[in-house]
């Protein structure tokens, strides 16, 4: 593809190109630049792609995509042949342009699903896919855990990708004969405009709770990033056929906000008050949960593995989901059942011991909530909690995340989560002072220690369990890492469980012979 096929019906300011040549490679990131690639120059959380412009010329770029007005401290030389330069009003705009069309735009040759929301997009895109697939429309699915196409599941960075691995994907997608897509689609990507050009046939709003002020600054800029999914990225072809739909939770109070900003037509889902979809003859233990669920296509019965009332919301977002993209009611009933645990979400650590092993990814002040309030109803004696809070991460929710773990909670161990490079004492202190402001209240809590070492407070756990009680690690769910400092080491809760129980069992057994 040459330069000027690239740039067909992209927007720029100002064209200094001397040569319409070939273009091997699109990127933001100079450290990947090869002959013939274009470089884009993006403005980063903490470096400016700016500055870099002439180091990717040196590299055997092509040429560069700037922004107007910017040229950093290390300006581009004066163009000429093969030292192209193209300004554009937004870099991060024009990228993620730019990588459908060397991608030759595949998003464009799939039913896109996007699901928005503080917690609940994971296991909601696993029950998606699910259905989707029981149907027999081949979905591609992107996500926190992995990208998955066909059989291959791949490792992934974010949430959701920067553009050009985006988009890479999904042509992956197009060449296995994806037919659709469910994808996790991040605060931080509709921020940074990393589904730009992609149009959504279904975007789903799971819930709206504090995250991530660390990097919006505020929960109404938080909300706003979330509303570009159903503002700007939903499917307008003209046809009533195509238009796309809105799938949202009543019951969440930022609900009337989104249904006032949307123009698309909605579809809701709630357990609590009116809405399109809904729960009923509800029935939840330790095996899962089963009910009723009412739709516009009919009522029926609703049978998962999956473990508590949370878990009911994602359900019924996920079969909203289904009717949009015409899947039958045994497809949607069929792909619930096969979901039976999502990676790192309430995953069950099972070794015969005499008591539960729980480990999830809850890691704001609802999600620890909603785990362990649900955790409270199952366990027969004590529910003894294991977490901590990310370093370099908003503050703000540690103390309210201390004050749900002491609220539900018989015993507490606080320990480090991912504490990079703030002092991990500090993110402790931190959460404990939610912990000290309802002391004194007629609480469950009984005790709580305070142990940096991860693998310390799991070990100590679970040697305090006894028959009945129910242990649970949260924090970091599916992710095999743990950061301290700069460093990323290999760390895996559910191993680390498995492992401790297995030493405890070893010990019992020696002191019964």
């Known amino acids: 593809m040459t330069l000027k096929q690239l740039f067909h019906g992209i927007e720029f300011l100002d064209w200094k190109a001397f040569e319409d040549v070939e273009v091997k490679g699109v990127t933001f990131d100079s450290r990947e630049v090869g002959p013939g690639f274009l470089f884009v120059a ?24 700037m922004e107007k007005g910017k040229g950093g401290a290390n300006p581009p030389l004066a163009a000429s042949p093969n030292r192209n330069q193209i300004v554009v009003s937004s870099t991060r705009k024009s990228l993620a342009l730019l990588a459908s069309r060397f991608f030759s735009e595949p998003s464009k040759r799939l039913r896109l699903i996007g699901i928005t929301g503080t917690n609940g997009k994971t296991t909601t895109s696993f029950l998606i896919h699910s259905i989707t697939e029981a149907e027999g429309i081949p979905t591609g699915l992107i996500g926190s855990i992995h990208c998955r196409i066909g059989e291959a599941t791949l490792p992934m960075s974010h949430t959701t990708p920067e553009p050009v691995e985006l988009h890479r994907l ?33 975007a789903i709003f799971t ?31 003209g046809s009533a056929q195509r238009e796309g ?41 330790w095996k899962g949960v089963s009910f009723t669920t009412r739709t516009p296509e009919g009522d029926f019965p609703v049978t998962s593995q999956l473990v508590g009332r949370h878990n009911i919301y994602n359900i019924l977002a996920a079969v909203g ?67 901590g809070c990310g370093g370099d991460r908003d503050r703000s929710k540690r103390p309210s995340m201390g004050r749900v773990a002491a609220e539900w909670s018989d015993v507490v161990f606080l320990t480090s989560d991912n504490p990079r490079t703030e002092d991990p004492l500090t993110i402790l202190s931190d959460i404990e002072k939610g912990l000290l402001q309802v002391q004194g209240k007629q609480l469950r809590m009984q005790a709580f220690w305070t142990l940096p070492d991860r693998r310390e407070a799991i070990e100590r756990a679970i040697a305090m369990a006894g028959p009945g009680d129910l242990v649970v690690v ?13 460093e990323r080491r290999h760390f895996d809760d559910r191993e680390v469980c498995r492992e401790m129980i297995r030493k405890r069992l070893v010990k019992t057994r020696v002191a019964g012979l």
């Open 170 to 202: 999904l042509s992956k997608m197009v060449q296995k004969k994806m037919k659709a897509v469910v994808m996790e689609v991040s605060s931080h990507a509709l921020a940074l405009d990393r589904v730009w050009g992609c149009e959504f046939e279904v």
């Open 474 to 486: 949260a924090g970091k769910g599916h992710e095999d890492y743990q950061i301290i400092g700069n």
């Open 321 to 387: 989901t289904g009717l949009l993209m015409g899947c039958s009611i045994s497809s949607i009933q069929k792909g619930i059942e096969k979901v039976t645990h999502v990676p790192g979400r309430f995953e069950k650590v099972d070794e015969g011991q005499g008591f539960g092993v729980i480990v999830d990814y809850a890691h704001t002040e609802d999600a620890l909530f909603r785990l362990l309030s649900t955790a409270a109803t199952l366990k027969k004696r004590r529910l003894i909690t294991v977490f």
């Open 42 to 65: 993006v403005q980063g959380l903490q470096n400016d792609g700016h500055r870099y412009v002439n180091e990717a010329y040196k590299k055997g770029a092509i040429g560069a995509v």
């Open 245 to 285: 739909r809105a799938l949202l939770n009543v019951d969440d109070p930022c609900f009337e906000r989104i249904h006032g900003e949307t123009s698309r037509s909605v579809l809701t889902y709630a357990i609590d008050l009116p809405a399109d979809i809904k729960s009923d003859q509800v029935q939840m233990d």
């Open 207 to 237: 819930n709206f709770t504090q995250d991530h002020l660390d990097f919006h600054g505020t929960l109404e800029e938080y909300f706003q990033s979330k509303m570009r999914l159903f503002k700007d990225r939903l499917e307008s072809t």
